[in-house]
């Protein structure tokens, strides 16, 4: 199972981006998949996920401005990420479990190598 996270980037305060987690070796309507992300000195935070049913869940930091979403033709995790702040300057990383969406990184066996979002005042 390999997983490859991409699409960060340097935007300006409020700004958006969009982030992807493709999959190979594992289908995402059969997983469930969560973002994560890591600031420099600071351990790895939940920031979304989305199980097999399609539900999803937030860190309560990005409920109303970050939405995950999933499309099952692509194999494909989306992280659509508005009102960017600078604190949320981060390494983001996607991560996959057969069934659970954990708010621990711990757990999961499966991690995309993590792509960089940093966000300027």
């Known amino acids: 199972v390999q997983l490859q996270a991409f699409g960060g980037g340097l935007v300006q305060a409020g700004g958006s981006l969009r982030l992807s987690c493709a999959a190979s070796?594992?289908?995402?309507?059969?997983?469930?998949v969560a973002w994560f992300r890591q600031a420099p000195g600071k351990e790895r935070l939940f920031v979304a996920g989305?199980?097999?049913?399609?539900?999803?869940s937030y860190a309560d930091s990005v409920k109303g401005r970050f939405t995950i979403s999933r499309d099952n033709a692509k194999n494909t995790v989306y992280l659509q990420m508005n009102s960017l702040k600078p604190e949320d300057t981060a390494v983001y990383y996607c991560a996959a479990d057969p069934a659970y969406v954990f708010v621990n990184y711990r757990p999961y066996d499966y991690w995309g190598q993590g792509t960089l979002v940093t966000v300027s005042s």
């Open positions: 989305i199980l097999r049913s399609g539900i999803t």
């Open positions: 070796g594992l289908t995402f309507n059969n997983a469930a």
